[in-house]
């Protein structure tokens, strides 16, 4: 295992990742703070960080509201912010 | 359909401990976590492999290590989705399976206690335990000018983890008036600290780093709204009263584009109340808390509880509790009678549950907390109740927890109420009078796709 990094698709716009790091942190890395608008139109990103909360959820790989911070990056990743489905 | 003479939920140091002792006494053993690396919070491991280790790190290796060592099977990634006293119900990725146990170990730990305030959904405002998770896995800082804010030791600990980074911490605001307190209870402080050189050199060695680097650390002082429109750009603090209370008058303005919050902890008893461990409620203890024998027996037999999951203790209290949990565990599921604690276990306990009582009085949530959010401020976070829709609620003849739950939605959402129950169950026993009953916990407890239901 190396940490070579990892390339995933944010809404189709390829960002790199450290091996290991969480879709949460990626995000996190590139200076975004939210990426889910709640029923009531509020930006989201994480808060809890460690799976509790629910606030960072996305959609992964077709998967909807998935845990960005205890999911980790994986080469290929597709990763669609924006809300509730 | 598997088997196991023990089964230890979470790989924190409670878990950790129960499996190698388990495993040790010669029972069968699956350690299951939620996560990917065992550890848990306190000995959460780095995501990369090249980064150094800290010190604390490197001990929840060795004891991962040894574990797997004396034949524990770790099972990662695996979280609990219903139980029974018989059964656990598994999910991996989107794969569920069960477990059937003679005995278990729940030690499922803790999470934080964020009071809803003003402000506190902005993105930019985070649990302290958020910043430091994301600090210790991902040597990530979400921020560049960090005001932490709350009670106990691990706003001071993520400061003090912070100064070294490329971010200016803001300030640092406790909301118990420590020297006071301290003086007012002079012999349950001189018992807390007794014996635990290491925790005073770390409190320490924080507090004067913090000060060398000319970060305000302020006692008797509380966060009070988070400003912003999009996101956090500034943070209104107040001086707070001996009940938390923000003292008007007080209030200041802090520039800051992060907020790391933290209101104490809260005990995760969803496993235990799902199987159907007796609770009361022990607001010292942080909330809800498994009823125990001496060996840590829930009042299911053959299911121990050990660790901050049983009541917050920290990672000493849940290295000892764990070994005590996971040997008697080990000797129900063999038939065997139950060993009695070694000399060394009885100290550690002892000490550590007076460093408890100490934790306690300087730092269980206070009333203050249940003042700070307003009519419009949202407390559940994932349906969007306000404290309005909550007040009107039970106005209208909510008097428990639960009703108001089902009238207003609040604590419904996917994270089930983790994050703003507590907050919940509060507001309706000081506005009813009517003591609190625990919230029934339901199956799932995390989401799990529903053609793996269908299949099993």
């Not at chain 2, 780093?209 to 000319?214: A, G, P, Q």
């Not at chain 2, 049983?310 to 080990?330: K, M, R």
């Not at chain 2, 506005?431 to 407890?445: D, E, F, I, K």
Request: proline residues 7%; glycine residues 10%.
């Amino acid at each position: 295992m190396t940490d070579a990094p990892v390339e995933i698709l944010v809404d189709g716009r390829p960002i790199r990742a450290p091996a290991g790091a969480s879709v949460a942190a990626a995000l996190l890395a590139t200076g975004r703070r939210a990426w889910r608008t709640t029923p009531s139109g509020a930006p989201r990103g994480a808060f809890c960080a460690i799976g509790v909360c629910f606030d960072c959820t996305a959609t992964v790989d077709g998967l909807p509201e998935v845990r960005t911070c205890v999911t980790t990056v994986a080469p290929g990743m597709r990763v669609s912010t924006g809300g509730d489905p | 359909m598997t088997a196991a003479d023990v089964v230890v939920v979470g790989a924190g140091p409670a878990g950790l401990a129960a499996a190698a002792a388990a495993a040790r006494a010669g029972a069968s053993t699956v350690l299951v976590d939620a996560y990917e690396r065992p550890g848990g919070q306190y000995f959460r491991q780095p995501a990369s492999v090249t980064r150094n280790r800290s010190g604390v790190q490197e001990r929840g290796r060795h004891l991962a290590a040894r574990a797997l060592s004396v034949g524990v099977e770790f099972r990662p990634h695996t979280a609990v989705w219903d139980a029974t006293p018989t059964d656990l119900h598994l999910v991996t990725g989107g794969t569920v399976s069960t477990l059937a146990f003679r005995a278990a170990v729940v030690a499922t730990g803790a999470h934080e206690r964020v009071a809803a305030f003003p402000g506190w959904t902005l993105p930019g405002v985070y649990a302290a335990g958020a910043v430091q998770a994301l600090l210790k896995e991902h040597d990530l800082v979400p921020g560049r000018r960090v005001l932490v804010a709350g009670s106990g030791p691990l706003p001071l600990v993520v400061a003090a983890a912070l100064v070294h980074r490329p971010v200016r911490v803001a300030g640092v605001l406790e909301a118990t008036r420590l020297a006071v307190e301290t003086v007012r209870h002079p012999w349950i402080g001189a018992a807390g600290l007794w014996a635990q050189g290491a925790r005073m050199r770390e409190g320490l060695v924080g507090t004067v780093r913090l000060l060398r680097h000319r970060v305000p650390v302020r006692t008797g002082w509380g966060i009070v709204r988070a400003l912003g429109d999009s996101e956090v750009e500034a943070a209104e603090v107040a001086r707070l009263d001996p009940q938390w209370r923000p003292v008007a008058g007080s209030e200041r303005t802090v520039e800051c584009d992060t907020l790391a919050v933290h209101h104490g902890l809260v005990p995760n008893t969803d496993v235990l109340r799902l199987i159907g461990a007796d609770v009361v409620r022990r607001p010292d203890l942080g909330g809800w808390v498994p009823v125990r024998t001496p060996w840590l027996e829930t009042s299911i037999p053959g299911v121990f509880a050990a660790g901050d999951c049983a009541g917050i203790g920290g990672a000493a209290l849940s290295l000892v509790e764990g070994d005590v949990a996971g040997a008697a565990a080990a000797c129900h599921a063999l038939g065997r009678e139950p060993v009695r604690h070694t000399a060394r276990q009885r100290a550690a306990l002892a000490r550590e549950r007076r460093f408890q009582r100490l934790y306690a009085a300087l730092f269980a949530a206070r009333p203050g907390l249940t003042g700070l959010p307003r009519p419009d401020t949202v407390v559940c976070r994932c349906e969007e109740t306000t404290r309005g829709e909550i007040d009107a609620a039970i106005a209208a003849g909510a008097r428990t927890t639960a009703l108001v739950k089902s009238t207003t939605r609040c604590g419904m959402g996917p994270c089930q109420g983790r994050i703003c129950l507590p907050l919940v169950e509060q507001l309706t026993a000081t506005a009813t009078g009517v003591p609190p009953v625990p919230v029934t916990a339901r199956a799932p407890l995390v989401p799990i796709p529903f053609d793996a239901v269908r299949r099993c």
